[in-house]
């Protein structure tokens, strides 16, 4: 091949990108269509297949950009050409990433070769810890079997290790220095991911006395306080070194900043509080604080948050957000919303239409219902049984009869319902639906919709709905349940259970702000759902998904169920 001709490829392939960056993929394709592949250099074929495959992300086709970037082309590359290894290794792991495969995405990082820089390989361990930290809880688990390296087998049980003693942090920095000695030829063991080497940083900067700013008189404050104070006496049964902890009853307080000042002059380096959200506000109006804060509940978004305040709660958004998104990725696409009457249920009803049409989702109803006498008329509302049954009317008037047998039918423009509801309605609206010829639409429902009892049948009335919920509700795995179930063995309230699920997490949260704060990509998992922090402050939760099955919960991760 000619000089000449390289520098065509060369052009046109820059041409491709520039078409592809002003969004004209068909440009950007019909540019690249018919340069002879098999004739040229694989350096120039490398660059080729990176620009098609970019063009087929673009166009929403993963599989052959992943077609592209595995070609055989860039293995055969020559050691001075590693960086279009490094690139096609990067947009595999974006692929792998939004199809929720942690650890593929992490092999495809590993599989390119080492940076050689210090700065370069830094930037590529945080990133493949950043990855591999921010997985779902059980995910690289159940891709294990991918694993065909040293570096990844190293990576996943670096992964293991850390989040085993995450709640421990002299015990997780141990286990690190273990896993350094025994992993020596690791590229993480010489150079640490700067979220894990900053832990070392958090040993030397635990509070040393805490303030609890909570309503003590109402079941909401006694809960989360319950929670806080069990995850504390078991972190001190293993010897942990642990802060002096007062608590400031807000249950009277209508003006936060005199009982607040009076938790900072007691001494109090970290404070966790308050509960109500208009005390949360008038924190936020102070220019700044001179305490770290730990609120335990959300400001409005837009809001200006002053430095050193953190937000941290059971938000109902964080649950939606996740649900409209597995609702997305089972294929819905047109839904309705159905949830109890009242201002308070506005926010929830608004939250699920803003996020399901920011997804491309239709929200073609909404309903309220009040009690149990409502439940008939609602459904058949929101489903236009009514304008069945019109339409059948309607028919029998122009016939020669007195009489016609007529099978009420749906509409059939939903594909799927969002509903809030309290089990004892959930179990009483599905067979409902059922009853209006309704019970094949699919339902996905908030958290509330599940009362805790996992017993077998227990939740008949409520199988095949989808929901979204703390692993504490979940999962039997976290240490602190036989300490829960001993102190509480006849709790049946699940709004309880997620309450004292908070006040753990709002315990565990106290070494790991500065953290959580300096290292975005870094996640704790939590009682109440895998836990990060965004650049306001705030706290999000990720949740488990789960569905009814055989009357009890089972988590969509362990069934082959689809919706």
């Known amino acids: 091949m000619t000089a000449s001709t390289e520098d065509a490829i060369v052009l046109r392939t820059q041409a491709s990108r520039l078409a592809l960056e002003n969004g004209d993929t068909d440009t950007a394709a019909a540019i690249l269509d018919d340069i002879p592949t098999d004739q040229i250099e694989n350096n120039l074929l490398a660059n080729v297949l990176l620009a098609k495959a970019e063009i087929a992300l673009m166009q929403n086709d993963n599989q052959r950009a992943l077609v592209s970037l595995t070609d055989p082309v860039f293995q055969n590359l020559p050691t001075e050409f590693s960086d279009l290894r490094r690139q096609a290794g990067q947009t595999i792991a974006r692929i792998y990433l939004a199809q929720q495969q942690p650890l593929a995405a992490a092999k495809a990082i590993t599989s390119t070769p080492l940076a050689t820089t210090t700065n370069a ?36 049980e670096l992964t293991n290790i850390v989040n085993r003693y995450q709640n421990n942090i002299d015990e997780q920095v141990e286990a690190v220095e273990r896993w350094q000695a025994l992993w020596n030829a690791h590229p993480a063991a010489s150079q640490l991911p700067s979220a894990i080497a900053y832990v070392v940083n958090l040993q030397q900067q635990r509070p040393q006395k805490v303030a609890l700013l909570l309503p003590m008189e109402n079941v909401v404050g006694q809960a989360i306080s319950d929670g806080f104070m069990l995850a504390y006496y078991h972190a001190a049964g293993q010897s942990q070194p642990l802060p002096a902890v007062e608590i400031f009853d807000t249950s009277q307080t209508r003006e936060i900043s005199p009982l607040y000042q009076q938790a900072v002059s007691t001494g109090a380096d970290l404070i966790i509080g308050p509960l109500d959200k208009e005390l949360v506000r008038q924190l936020q109006s102070m220019n700044s604080l001179p305490t770290p804060t730990l609120a335990l509940n959300y400001l409005d978004d837009g809001d200006v948050i002053p430095r050193d305040l953190y937000q941290y709660g059971l938000a109902p958004e964080d649950e939606i957000a996740q649900l409209t998104s ?55 509302q929101l489903m236009h049984i009514e304008r069945s049954e019109a ?14 047998i007529s099978i009420p039918r749906r509409r059939q ?51 095949d709905t989808v929901f979204v919920d703390a692993p504490w509700l979940l999962r039997d795995s976290d240490e602190l349940k036989p300490d829960a179930q001993s102190m509480w063995p006849d709790e049946g309230n699940s709004t309880i259970m997620r309450l004292r699920a908070m006040g753990i997490d709002s315990f565990r949260l106290l070494d790991r702000l500065a953290q959580l704060d300096n290292f975005p990509g870094v996640s704790l998992q939590g009682a109440t759902g895998t836990l990060r922090m965004d650049e306001s402050g705030r706290i999000s939760r990720q949740l488990l998904p789960a569905l009814f099955a055989e009357g009890q919960p089972v988590l969509i991760s362990e069934t082959n169920t689809e919706q």
Do not use: C
Request: aromatic share 8%; charged share 20%; no cysteine.
């Open 121 to 156: 390989a830094q930037r590529r361990a945080n990133q493949i810890w950043e990855i591999l930290s921010s997985a779902p809880d059980g995910a690289l688990n159940a891709e294990a079997d991918i694993i065909d390296s040293y570096e990844l087998r190293g990576w996943l």
């Open 391 to 404: 339409r059948a009317d309607a028919l029998l008037s122009t016939l020669p009869r007195d009489s016609m």
């Open 326 to 380: 597995l609702a997305r990725q089972a294929g819905h696409s047109q839904a309705a919303v159905l949830a109890r009457d009242g201002a308070n249920y506005t926010r929830i009803r608004d939250s699920f239409t803003q996020q399901w049409q920011s997804l491309g989702g239709k929200a073609l109803s909404s309903a309220t219902f009040r009690d149990a006498s409502s439940y008939s008329d609602t459904i058949r």
């Open 413 to 463: 423009d939903i594909d799927l319902l969002f509903l809030q509801a309290t089990p004892a309605e959930g179990k009483q609206l599905l067979p409902t639906f059922a009853f209006h010829y309704a019970g094949d639409v699919p339902i996905y429902a908030l958290p509330s919709i599940y009362d805790g009892n996992a017993t077998p049948g227990a939740n008949r009335d409520l199988n």
